[in-house]
T-cell receptor
Framework: GQQLNQSPQSMFIQEGEDVSMNCTSS?????WLWYKQDPGEGPVLLIA?????ELTSNGRLTAQFGITRKDSFLNISASIPSDVGIYFC?????????????FGTGTRLTIIP | KAGVTQTPRYLIKTRGQQVTLSCSPISGHRSVSWYQQTPGQGLQFLFE???????NKGNFPGRFSGRQFSNSRSEMNVSTLELGDSALYLCASSIGTEANYGYTFGSGTRLTVV
C-alpha cells in the first residue's frame, strides 16, 4: 500500500539532545498527524496540523506542515528517557473523509545512556 | 472516558484457521479503522467503517473482512490464516471520517499464526 517516506529510520541520541525527523510525500495532504508508539501499545496522537505552513507545539515537541503540503517535520527538544519509542507521521489528502489515513514508515528513537 | 478497547490482546492460531478480532470505539465515535502492523511493512490500512458502512478498503485479499454494528463496535475476520498474517492488528476510532477529528488507537491484538 501507499506509504509516506519518513526519515531517519532510526536515531540513537544521548539524553538532552534535540531530535528532528521528517516525512515527505508525492501527494498533497490537507492534514498531517504525528503519533508516538510505545512497545506493545497502539500509537498515541502527539500533534495535528491542518494548514500549510502551520507550526504547532506541544510541550517539547514542535511540528510543521510544509508549505508545499507534501512534507512535515517533528522536532523534540531536550530529549528525556520517556521519549524512546517509534514516531509515525500520517497524512490525509481529502477534507471530505473519503480518503484513508496514510502512515509513514516510522522513526525509532533510542536514547543511549 | 474509556478509550478504544480491543479484544483479545493476544491470540495464537494455526494455519488454515479463521479468527475474529473485536474493537469497541470511544463512546460517541462512529468511525472505526483497522490497520495491520508488521516490522517490515509498517502500518497498513485494512478498512474503515462509518455508521455500519465500509467507507474505504485497503489492498488486502478477500480473506480479510470486517463489519460494524449499530453500536459502532467493529469486528474484523481473517479466514484461512497464513503465517504472514502474524501481526499487531490495531483499530482506531474517530467521531467522523476526517483526520481533523482525530483518530484514537487501541492497544491492538497481537496475532501469531503457527
Amino acid at each position: 500500500g501507499q506509504q509516506l517516506n519518513q526519515s531517519p529510520q532510526s536515531m540513537f541520541i544521548q539524553e538532552g539532545e534535540d531530535v528532528s525527523m521528517n516525512c515527505t510525500s508525492s501527494s498533497i495532504f490537507n492534514t498531517w498527524l504525528w503519533y508516538k508508539q510505545d512497545p506493545g501499545e497502539g500509537p498515541v496522537l502527539l500533534i495535528a496540523l491542518y494548514k500549510a505552513g502551520e507550526l504547532t507545539s506541544n510541550g517539547r515537541l514542535t511540528a510543521q506542515f510544509g508549505i508545499t503540503r507534501k512534507d512535515s517535520f517533528l522536532n523534540i527538544s531536550a530529549s528525556i528517557p520517556s521519549d524512546v519509542g517509534i514516531y509515525f507521521c500520517a497524512g490525509q489528502g481529502s477534507n471530505f473523509g473519503n480518503e484513508k489515513l496514510t502512515f509513514g514508515t516510522g522513526t525509532r528513537l533510542t536514547i543511549i545512556p | 472516558k474509556a478509550g478504544v478497547t480491543q479484544t483479545p490482546r493476544y491470540l495464537i492460531k494455526t494455519r488454515g484457521q479463521q479468527v475474529t478480532l473485536s474493537c469497541s470505539p470511544i463512546s460517541g465515535h462512529r468511525s472505526v479503522s483497522w490497520y495491520q502492523q508488521t516490522p517490515g511493512q509498517g502500518l497498513q490500512f485494512l478498512f474503515e467503517y462509518f455508521s455500519e458502512t465500509q467507507r474505504n478498503k485497503g489492498n488486502f485479499p478477500g480473506r480479510f473482512s470486517g463489519r460494524q454494528f449499530s453500536n459502532s463496535r467493529s469486528e474484523m475476520n481473517v479466514s484461512t490464516l497464513e503465517l504472514g498474517d502474524s501481526a499487531l492488528y490495531l483499530c482506531a476510532s474517530s467521531i467522523g471520517t476526517e483526520a481533523n477529528y482525530g483518530y484514537t488507537f487501541g492497544s491492538g491484538t497481537r496475532l501469531t499464526v503457527v
